[in-house]
């Protein structure tokens, strides 16, 4: 069974600085999704980035990147220039592409704290 | 925002009682999705649903039980509130017809208090 590991229940940064969310996950399988995703205070989860297992290049969205490393089944979330929009929990998750198969397997969650 | 709505968004009742928390989305989404998170904790899927009349269990095992007769409608019943289903309940939804298009949309949630 794959399962997703995030091991800093909660990160600090200062505004305009970069931060580097872990998270590891473990599975048999060869190709799959990875998510990252965001849950501010009171409001909606929201989709910041995902990643395609099978695509070497890393994933990026304006501020947010990630450094996917297959091998070493990592996949960390960088957040460029933080904002004080960016506090939230960030969860990570897998979802498997095998047919038939429609479950995400979600981290514990981070939270991070943006300090102005 | 997506457009995936839950009703209600906070509710409080009592012990034993039948509750029925709602989820609709108007995206025309085949998948949908219940998950239990307990405040700044991980989330537990609890029930999941590929399409009309087709649910399945998560893997945290609940009381609770799901029906699937719209698309774009899949409430969640819990026949006898306990103090234990106290909680925050997340509903979700993917397109999903091909796993490119996977991108799971969250409402915003149902705060369950059971006294």
């Known amino acids: 069974a794959q399962t997703v590991t995030q091991s800093q229940p909660e990160m600090s940064v200062q505004e305009a600085e970069t931060v580097t969310l872990s998270c590891t996950y473990d599975?048999?399988?060869?190709?799959?999704?990875l998510f990252w995703y965001k849950q501010p205070p009171s409001r909606q989860m929201i989709l910041v980035i995902r990643q395609e297992a099978y695509k070497q290049q890393n994933a990026t969205e304006n501020r947010f990147s990630v450094n996917f490393q297959k091998a070493a089944k990592s996949f960390s979330l960088k957040i460029s220039d933080s904002q004080l929009g960016d506090a939230a929990m960030y969860f990570c998750a897998y979802r498997s592409t095998s047919s038939g198969t429609y479950k995400y397997i979600f981290g514990t969650g981070t939270r991070l704290k943006v300090l102005a | 925002e997506a457009d995936i709505y839950q009703t209600p968004r906070y509710l409080v009742i009592g012990t034993g009682k039948k509750i029925t928390l709602e989820c609709s989305q108007t995206?025309?989404?085949?998948?949908m999705y219940w998950y239990q998170q307990d405040p700044g904790m991980e989330l537990h899927l609890i029930h999941y649903?590929?399409?009309?009349?087709?649910?399945e269990k998560g893997d945290l095992s609940s009381e609770s039980t799901v029906s699937r007769i719209r698309t774009e409608h899949f409430p969640l019943t819990l026949e006898s509130a306990r103090p234990s289903h106290t909680s925050q309940y997340l509903c979700?939804?993917?397109?999903?017809?091909?796993?490119?298009?996977?991108?799971?949309?969250f409402g915003p949630g149902t705060r369950l208090l059971v006294l």
């Open positions: 979700a939804s993917t397109q999903g017809a091909t796993v490119l298009q996977e991108t799971q949309y």
């Open positions: 599975t048999s399988e060869s190709d799959y999704y």
């Open positions: 649903s590929y399409g009309v009349n087709s649910t």
């Open positions: 995206m025309g989404h085949d998948k």
